[in-house]
């Protein structure tokens, strides 16, 4: 069946580093790719979404780019901040019957001052 | 702020217990799905409504049931509470085949 894979927490950088975390797919169909970011006692929120392979997600300068030929979504940012620190959630939905959103087990991010 | 509320906040429960979790939707969308999010897990899909009629379900058993009704707002009922049943509880609104939007969730522990 459809499933997200991301790498497992929790990552803790320094404040001003490079961040990467891992995310692979495997779906039928065609389906988009999301990441979604929950910070302590809150709900999710969508932090970037991807429709069709080769494009590029971006927002509060993170970035995602859809590689089919990888089934990867990988999330990056150049540079981070204290107030990113966070769950993040690598996410997918196929066209279909329902809008069903099938979820990673999420990464804990903490950034040190 | 995503326009979508849920209620109560927390809930505490015993085993064998019903609950009812309430969601308000923002006005005009016309499905809504329920998630459980397990402690350290991500959220799973249970069910999602359209014009108040079922219209999906994941992996979960006849005891978690829902209700979506003309004002934009839903329940989730969960019947026979299990330990397992803890876990936070998000409903989500949108339209059909777009974007959905997140409430901030229902914290229940059943003891």
């Known amino acids: 069946g459809d499933s997200v894979t991301q790498m497992e927490g929790p990552v803790t950088l320094s404040e001003e580093a490079f961040l990467t975390i891992n995310c692979t797919y495997t779906?039928?169909?065609?389906?988009?790719l999301f990441w979604y970011v929950q910070y302590p006692g809150e709900g999710l929120q969508l932090l970037l979404k991807?429709?069709?392979?080769?494009d590029k997600g971006s927002n509060k300068g993170f970035e995602a780019t859809y590689r089919k030929e990888t089934t990867s979504f990988h999330l990056e940012k150049g540079s981070v901040q204290v107030s990113d620190s966070a769950v993040y959630f690598c996410?997918?939905?196929?066209?279909?019957?329902?809008?069903?959103?099938?979820f990673g087990k999420g990464t804990r991010l903490h950034i040190l001052p | 702020e995503t326009g979508v509320t849920q209620s109560p906040t927390h809930l505490i429960k015993t085993r064998g217990q019903q609950v009812t979790l309430r969601c308000s939707s923002q006005?005009?969308?016309?499905?809504v799905s329920w998630y459980q999010q397990a402690l350290g897990q991500g959220p799973q899909f249970i069910f999602q409504?359209?014009?108040?009629?079922?219209?999906g379900r994941g992996n979960f058993p006849p005891r978690f049931s829902g209700l979506q009704f003309p004002n934009y707002s839903s329940e989730l009922n969960v019947n026979a509470l299990e330990l397992d049943d803890s876990a936070l509880y998000l409903c989500?609104?949108?339209?059909?085949?777009?974007?959905?939007?997140f409430g901030p969730g229902t914290r229940l522990t059943v003891t």
């Open positions: 996410a997918l939905s196929v066209p279909g019957r329902d809008d069903k959103i099938i």
């Open positions: 006005s005009g969308h016309n499905t």
């Open positions: 989500a609104s949108g339209f059909t085949g777009r974007e959905q939007y």
């Open positions: 991807a429709t069709k392979a080769d």
């Open positions: 409504y359209y014009r108040e009629e079922e219209n």
């Open positions: 779906a039928t169909g065609y389906p988009s």
